[in-house]
């Protein structure tokens, strides 16, 4: 069963200082990667997708993938308070209908202070 | 655009009655929908992937007595919590996944307070 861990659990950046999430999955066979971020436990904002080794950017969210080492980081640059949020990874297979499952990591609280 | 709609936004049920929840695909047909719950402190647990034509699928912990499912066409689906307790709290998100891009998109959610 696949496990999605997120670290750090809480992480406080002022502002404009570069803020970096971690995120480690145990499927291998994973290929669908995104980052949400949730405000107030309200809806779920999509940030970036990425389904291959490599940076994929998307304004000032950059997504790094290496799935060799499992592993899956959120770069912000310039963040700003606005961006206070919870940061969650969720890690799929691409495709197939079944395989529309996200498993969700716990999230990472981020508090970007002025 | 592709939209998720959820309805409702908020309901507040009185513990061991059900309330019923909808979800609804704008701008492109759903070929699956998965519903989540997350639960106060928690992080978000699928609770079932339904694909139209094919039976639903369930994750552990949860069942179809507890949480019956329709999905009668590519744009809509509902979900029904039945008996609701206090564990049963949280926000239920809907999950649409596009046929032709297998993209999800989520709608808002349907946060339910038990009393």
């Known amino acids: 069963q696949q496990k999605v861990q997120q670290s750090p659990e809480s992480l406080t950046v002022s502002e404009g200082a570069m803020a970096s999430l971690n995120c480690t999955f145990s499927d291998g066979t994973s290929n669908n990667f995104r980052w949400y971020r949730q405000h107030s436990a309200k809806g779920l904002e999509v940030l970036v997708s990425?389904?291959?080794?490599g940076e994929k950017e998307e304004g000032r969210f950059t997504a790094h993938l290496n799935r060799a080492n499992l592993h899956v980081s959120l770069h912000i640059r310039e963040p700003q308070p606005s961006d206070s949020a919870v940061y969650l990874c969720a890690v799929s297979m691409r495709s197939g209908g079944s395989n529309a499952k996200l498993t969700f990591g716990k999230g990472t609280k981020l508090s970007v202070k002025s | 655009g592709a939209l998720v709609y959820q309805y409702p936004r908020r309901t507040i049920c009185k513990s061991g009655t059900s309330m019923r929840m909808e979800c609804q695909a704008v701008?492109?047909?759903?070929?699956?929908v998965a519903w989540y719950r997350q639960s106060p402190q928690k992080t978000f647990e699928l609770i079932a992937l339904?694909?139209?034509?094919?039976?639903?699928?369930?994750e552990q912990n949860f069942t179809q007595e507890k949480f019956p499912i329709s999905h009668p066409n590519l744009s809509f689906s509902s979900m029904t919590v039945l008996n609701a307790y206090l564990e049963d709290r949280g926000l239920y998100l809907c999950?649409?996944?596009?046929?032709?891009?297998?993209?999800?998109?989520f709608g808002p959610g349907t946060r339910l307070t038990v009393l």
């Open positions: 701008g492109f047909q759903a070929t699956s």
């Open positions: 999950g649409a996944r596009d046929w032709s891009s297998y993209e999800q998109y």
């Open positions: 339904s694909t139209v034509n094919s039976a639903i699928k369930y």
């Open positions: 990425i389904f291959s080794d």
